[in-house]
């Protein structure tokens, strides 16, 4: 898989209804999902890629993350990720993945500071900010997650995550 195809869409974190038996609207419970295999468009690479490209063998890391979480060997996808940002901290897609594989072993403060560094590297995204609502619903923090999920409706208001948050949260 080509940088481009790892880098363009970072993982989504998806959530569960609860049970509709139950009399109140139960709080969400998030759905650790495998990262998505994305193909963009042929040649989609951004300025900042062009201008640094990320290392090959970070690239080969996240590549043994990805198999690894697909595998749901949360443990070693987390080994793999850490090496991937290790190699190149600059490595925006590292961090997201590597903050979803921290989410699914319940390592919710160390999953925010991953999806914190990938918004540090580069301009606002939608989907980290919805992964960070999700990660901060998770940890209890409602709050926080609900300023993180307009935040991510403003840049895009069709991004189906943030948009669930929002009607589980704001109604």
């Known amino acids: 898989m080509s940088h481009a195809q790892m880098s363009l869409n970072p993982p989504f974190l998806h959530l569960r209804s609860p049970a509709e ?12 999902p495998e990262p998505p295999r994305a193909e963009p468009p042929a040649g989609a690479v951004s300025l900042r890629e062009l201008q640094h490209p990320i290392a090959k063998k970070a690239l080969r890391a996240a590549y043994e993350g990805e198999q690894f ?4 060997n949360i443990p070693k996808a987390i080994e793999k990720f850490e090496k991937a940002v290790q190699i190149d901290p600059s490595y925006r897609d590292g961090h997201c993945n590597l903050g979803v594989q921290y989410a699914r072993a319940g390592r919710f403060a160390d999953a925010r500071a991953e999806f914190q560094k990938a918004l540090d590297i580069g301009p606002p995204a939608a989907p980290i900010y919805a992964n960070l609502a999700l990660t901060l619903i998770a940890a209890g923090e409602i709050r926080e997650a609900q300023d993180l999920a307009r935040k991510a409706l403003d840049l895009d208001p069709g991004n189906r995550p943030a948009q669930r948050i929002a009607q589980a949260i704001f109604h």
Do not use: F, R, T
């Open 21 to 32: 038996s139950e009399p109140e609207m139960a709080p969400l419970v998030p759905d650790w």
């Open 69 to 72: 979480s697909q595998a749901h």
